[in-house]
């Protein structure tokens, strides 16, 4: 029952931007970590930006100056603002996140479907 959904990806010409959204729903207690993937063809996953509850970023070097990940922990949604988007940006991005179903239980990972980001002229 609990879903992670991805929305924001889409065509862009190198410079410019786009928003990620991903709405967590479902039964769950608590959501901790929130953060961004990518995948491009060919290559492994890698992290892009992760996000504490108490909103505490993290970034990858790549990404770093040009990516903004927030959250709003009312709405269960995380975001990823990218700008100054890069063709080397060019992957399938997936929401991850930390969900704990009961009080006092462990946490697991879920993850998104995906959202194709794409960069080219």
């Known amino acids: 029952q609990v879903q992670l959904v991805e929305s924001g990806g889409g065509l862009v010409q190198p410079g410019g931007s786009l928003r990620l959204s991903c709405v967590a729903s479902g039964s769950m207690f608590s959501i901790g970590v929130m953060g961004w993937y990518r995948q491009a063809p060919g290559k492994e996953r890698e992290q892009v930006a992760d996000?504490?509850?108490?909103?505490?970023?993290n970034y990858a070097d790549s990404v770093k100056g040009r990516f903004t990940i927030s959250r709003d922990n009312v709405k269960n949604t995380v975001y990823l603002q990218m700008n100054s988007l890069k063709p080397e940006d060019t992957a399938v991005y997936y929401c991850?996140?930390?969900?704990?179903?009961?009080?006092?239980?462990?946490?697991?990972?879920?993850w998104g479907q995906g959202t194709q980001v794409t960069v080219s002229s």
């Open positions: 991850k996140a930390n969900f704990g179903l009961i009080a006092g239980g462990p946490l697991y990972a879920y």
């Open positions: 996000i504490t509850r108490s909103g505490s970023p």
